[in-house]
């Protein structure tokens, strides 16, 4: 920027801090994307296995037979395989608190351990609801196992998404709003 006696000025506080904040949060994903999804169903599977584990527990006998199988009553067999995880849901989530502009650390953590702390709760949920369903014998396992894989799944991400959204009042949309501030602070605007 040139000021009127022709000399160049210093960026407005608030735009450098955004470039800054810009810089660090897609650093961050960047970070996170190297390895790829398989830190999320690391750290995620025993976090889903165990607690699904002791729920079903309290309604069958179960015994563990791997890090992620366990058998109910000697007769069904249940495995968590990485689809049941859902790590790239708790990627995406993370994906779109972190491409969110405008939000005070405090508020982007608590944003954050929301959207994953409510889409490990259902998911567990929806674990168990299976598993009943499995055991039982229901005829509406397959139906169900589908309506969650196809739809509710994304529906489910979404939800917890503006559910953050209203709860923690972020007026920013991902992505979407990095890019108009890119615009607006580049060349091509002037």
Request: charged residues 15%; hydrophobic residues 50%; contains cysteine.
């Amino acid at each position: 920027m040139v000021n009127k006696q022709g000399s160049r000025s210093k960026k407005p506080k608030a735009e450098k801090n955004s470039i800054q904040s810009l810089i660090s949060r897609y650093l961050l994903l960047i970070i996170i994307a190297l390895p790829g999804a398989w830190i999320f169903y690391k750290i995620f599977t025993p976090l889903t296995f165990y607690p699904v584990y002791f729920i079903t527990g309290l309604f069958y006998d179960v015994a563990i037979t791997s890090r992620i199988s366990f058998i109910i009553s000697n007769s069904v067999p249940i495995e968590l395989i990485g689809a049941c995880i859902a790590g790239s849901a708790y990627y995406l989530l993370l994906i779109l608190n972190l491409s969110t502009p405008g939000m005070k650390i405090k508020n982007r953590l608590y944003a954050i351990f929301f959207s994953i702390g409510a889409f490990l709760a259902l998911n567990i949920i929806r674990i168990v609801i299976l598993i009943f369903l499995a055991v039982t014998g229901s005829s509406y396992f397959d139906v169900t196992h589908l309506l969650f894989w196809y739809g509710l799944s994304t529906v489910i991400v979404v939800a917890i998404w503006f559910t953050g959204v209203n709860l923690f009042k972020i007026k920013e949309t991902p992505f979407y709003s990095d890019l108009k501030f890119l615009y607006k602070a580049s060349v091509l605007k002037r």
